[in-house]
């Protein structure tokens, strides 16, 4: 099985350094917004010099990353105006219109511009922060804090039981997806605690074989997806309505009969990765 989600496979992506040069006519400008939204060119993501600069002069442009080795950048923009020759694009659904360095340059620039817009001050004085230069990191003019980019440890597992696997409807889910159980990582806790109480929590089972099987992130806004698969161990289902509108036992051959999670999501590899391992034992 390969080990690489979507948002993992090796592209012309490569994640920068924080150290910041100034733009080149040739380099891209990631204009988002605070709904996971990026401003595409023509339907292309702009360079600096093809962009109306009354769009960026309002924020800082940050250098996060480099495709094909030329210099990405990313910058925020709450209102996001579409006209002609703009437009407004989902990042989440870019997938289909993008090539995947794109795509991931795309996904990180909505996590740094989060981060950015989140941090604008030091959290110890209050004083602005400035980008390091040095590292993918802030600093404060003031008293020298560093702020390093947020990450939310997040685990998700897909849940076995003999030919069965276990797949919820989240409360938040407007498209009637059946999906892995997943939760924040409390402080204190290993991975597979966390994953043990999310599950006991929000569907009343207890699981066991606790096995990981890959990462990705999941930049909406910050979080680090950690998949899991895992043996039903004891526990009738019982659905925190909190949560979950729903959590069932799906045969395998069932799954064509329900809306499962985006292709481009962990809990979508984790299935596949499930039923791959599943059709090579027999
Ligand atoms: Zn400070």
Redesign the pocket.
């Known amino acids: 099985m390969n080990v690489y989600t979507i948002f993992n496979q090796p592209s012309q992506f490569t994640i920068g350094s924080g150290k910041q040069i100034a733009p080149l006519a040739e380099s891209f400008v990631f204009i988002v917004d605070n709904k996971n939204n990026i401003l595409l060119l023509n339907n292309q993501v702009p360079t600096y010099s093809k962009i109306d600069k009354s769009i960026i002069n309002s924020t800082t442009l940050f250098l996060f990353g480099y495709i094909n080795d030329v210099a990405c950048y990313c910058c925020f923009d709450d209102n996001l105006q579409s006209n002609n020759n703009l437009a407004i694009q989902n990042i989440k659904a870019s997938y289909q219109m993008f090539s995947l360095e794109y795509f991931q340059a795309s996904l990180l620039a909505n996590h740094i511009v989060y981060w950015l817009r989140t941090h604008k001050f030091?959290g110890?004085?209050?004083?602005t922060n400035h980008f390091s230069n040095k590292e993918l990191s802030l600093k404060?003019t003031?008293?020298n804090?560093t702020t390093y980019p947020s990450i939310a440890p997040c685990v998700i597992g897909l849940i076995y039981n003999e030919d069965k696997i276990l797949l919820a409807k989240n409360n938040n889910n407007t498209n009637n997806v059946y999906s892995c159980i997943a939760g924040f990582v409390n402080p204190g806790e290993s991975l597979e605690r966390a994953l043990e109480r999310e599950v006991h929590e929000e569907v009343g089972l207890k699981i066991k074989n606790i096995r990981y099987i890959s990462s990705q992130q999941w930049p909406f806004p910050h979080s680090l997806m950690m998949g899991f698969i895992a043996e039903y161990d004891s526990g009738e289902i019982k659905v925190d309505y909190n949560e979950l509108s729903d959590a069932r036992w799906f045969k395998l051959n069932e799954l064509d009969q329900i809306n499962l999670p985006s292709e481009i999501s962990i809990a979508n590899h984790l299935i596949k990765h499930y039923i791959l391992c599943n059709d090579n034992k027999q």
């Open positions: 030091c110890l004085c209050g004083n404060c003031s008293c804090n």
